[in-house]
Structure formats: structure tokens, C-alpha cells
């Protein structure tokens, strides 16, 4: 299976959200066709059938992602990622299992 980008994805869950959102407050045919292309798109990108499904997938995806990103190094402690290199945080072993 093909994994979307986390960027693109995680793109998609806003576009998502902000128009299930706007549909919810002013419903219309172009709101509801809008909702209908979004979760159309979110079900493709992560090969599932209904939008709980591909929510739950797309979820799975990002966390997935996130920890791969987390990169061990030789005195165990743990990079965890970051907007940029100077915020990233040092986090030892012991930390992460409080």
C-alpha cells in the first residue's frame, strides 16, 4: 500500500474538519458536495470505505510517522521532532518510561 505524505495528509484532515464544520453551520448543496469531495479523497488516499474508517486510518498513519521520526541516539536519549532543530527536545530513556 502506498503511504500518503504526513504534510498532505494531515492538509486533508484540516480541509476536513473546517468544511464538516462549515456544513454544519450553514448546510447547502455546494457545502454538502464539498463534504462529499473531502471524504471522497480522505477514504482514497487511505484505502477505506467510510470516513470513520479512514479517520481512524489516518490517525494510525500520523502516529506511525511521528515515532519513526523519533531517532534514537547513542546515549540513550530520544530526539523528539520538532517545527525546528533548535526546539527539538533531548529526553533520556528514563523519562519516557514515567
Not at 500500500?1 to 464538516?20: G, I, N, S, W
Not at 453551520?25 to 457545502?31: A, G, K
Not at 473531502?38 to 470505505?49: D, G, N, P
Not at 515515532?67 to 526546539?87: G, I, K, M, Y
Amino acid at each position: 500500500m502506498l503511504v500518503p505524505d504526513p504534510k498532505v495528509l494531515r492538509t486533508l484532515l484540516t480541509r476536513y474538519a473546517e468544511t464538516r464544520f462549515a456544513h454544519a453551520q450553514n448546510p447547502t448543496p455546494e457545502s454538502r458536495q464539498a463534504l462529499d469531495d473531502v471524504t471522497y479523497t480522505l477514504c482514497v488516499m487511505t484505502s477505506t470505505k467510510t470516513i470513520e474508517a479512514a479517520l481512524a486510518s489516518a490517525d494510525a498513519l500520523l502516529a506511525r510517522t511521528c515515532c519513526a521520526r523519533a531517532v534514537e541516539t547513542p546515549d540513550s536519549t530520544v530526539t523528539l521532532p520538532a517545527q525546528n532543530a533548535q526546539s527539538a527536545q533531548k529526553v533520556s530513556q528514563a523519562d519516557l518510561a514515567a
